[in-house]
């Protein structure tokens, strides 16, 4: 359920269940009650909040066996020959597992979602022939996935680009730090391309599309980026190759272990059930379970730690083996961001500081109010304490 899913409540549950193995001598009196209840409360916390519901689940797709059935059967048969402690310790590892990989899945979801919010979802389409800005007036808000090729959108200051189009008429400056990673702006006009995605900094564009927008750039790099965090590391992919065959070979083999010695050579039927059980807990791959989803989120969290951001679990795969790794430069070895570095003075004159903290100054008074990335880089460079002048 969603609830034991839940950050609090794996904490308290597993809180309960590590208290319970806690070697606590003292069994007379309120205390040893109270001890004997939380030995008895921290297993049961367990099999309530996850136990039950994974045998649902597991009974629930009973025709199709995995390793989570397997591991669930396992738990249970842990229980039933005694060990409830470690029973309980399988199903907490196991749900604390899959919290994992559900976090590294949502986390997979959020870079998609931060990629599709780039893509306006309207844009404004100008009726058939008109061809310059003053037509602009006439234009029409239309949702960007009615847009085919060959009709004309207006691109104001400041928005973003819907679509991947061809400027028809008007200039403006390219913001593509989100695309390219290059901090300068990029000046357009009349003729060049444009990708959807980029921002229009100072001024309005009028646009013939090129392409319908679920084939713009944007929409080919979510499509991308969503096969990279869909496609599952080499190692879960063997896993599920191999588990079904796996489970059902197992779950044969435990009942066959436990009715052929009785039906066949008469022998006891709780030893045999007893031996069928451990087979059962043996066979299951537990370890492997637990550790896979551990490992890859271990290896992104220490890489992301660093500062590499890996888009999967493939892509620690593919560091395995890689002999040489390319770098972008912008945004990846340098911070991709202006900086004003020294003064030059261009003419000779009075030199000092004076001089130059009234130039940042005045620099910084005409820049505070631009988008432009050198204009912010003189506005951060003001003498603190200076008041911009008027």
Not at 63 to 74: E, N
Not at 169 to 174: E, F, I, K, T, Y
Not at 176 to 189: D, M, N
Not at 196 to 202: C, Q
């Amino acid at each position: 359920s969603e609830l034991s899913r839940t950050k609090a409540c794996i904490t308290l549950v597993s809180a309960m269940f590590v208290m319970s193995l806690l070697p606590v001598g003292i069994t007379r009196g309120a205390v040893g009650v109270a001890v004997r209840a939380l030995r008895f409360a921290g297993p049961l916390a367990v099999y309530f909040v996850y136990g039950v519901p994974a045998i649902a689940g597991a009974l629930k797709h009973a025709a199709q066996l995995d390793i989570h059935f397997l591991m669930t059967l396992a738990a249970f048969a842990s229980a039933a020959i005694g060990h409830v402690q470690e029973g309980a310790m399988l199903l907490l590892l196991f749900a604390a597992s899959e919290v994992l990989e559900e976090k590294l899945s949502m986390r997979a979801r959020a870079s998609l979602d931060a990629l599709g919010k780039l893509s306006p979802e309207t844009a404004r389409r100008l009726p058939p022939g008109a061809a310059t800005l003053s037509s602009a007036e006439s234009s029409r808000e239309v949702l960007v996935s009615e847009l085919r090729a060959g009709d004309m959108v207006l691109v104001r200051a400041g928005e973003v680009v819907p679509v991947d189009g061809r400027i028809v008429d008007g200039v403006s400056q390219l913001g593509l730090s989100h695309l390219t990673g290059e901090p300068l702006p990029q000046s357009v006009a009349v003729g060049d391309v444009v990708s959807s995605g980029a921002v229009t900094i100072d001024g309005a564009l009028l646009l013939q599309v090129l392409r319908a927008a679920n084939e713009s750039t944007l929409q080919r790099l979510a499509r991308l980026t969503a096969g990279a965090k869909a496609s599952r590391p080499k190692l879960v992919t063997l896993i599920d190759a191999v588990a079904e065959r796996w489970s059902f070979a197992v779950v044969i083999s435990t009942f066959l272990i436990a009715a052929v010695p009785p039906i066949a050579w008469r022998a006891p039927l709780g030893p045999s059930l007893y031996r069928s059980l451990v087979w059962l807990i043996t066979a299951s791959p537990c370890a492997l379970i637990l550790a896979t989803p551990l490992v890859y989120v271990s290896g992104l969290s220490v890489a992301a730690a660093n500062g590499v951001l890996l888009k999967g679990g493939r892509t620690l795969d593919a560091l395995a083996s890689a002999s040489g790794v390319a770098f972008d430069k912008t945004g990846t070895l340098t911070s991709g961001t202006p900086a004003l570095q020294r003064v030059e003075r261009l003419q000779p004159g009075e030199e000092g500081d004076a001089g130059s903290s009234e130039a940042l100054v005045v620099a910084a008074s005409l820049g505070r109010l631009s988008l432009h990335p050198v204009s912010r880089a003189l506005a951060a460079s003001a003498p603190k304490g200076a008041a911009p002048l008027e």
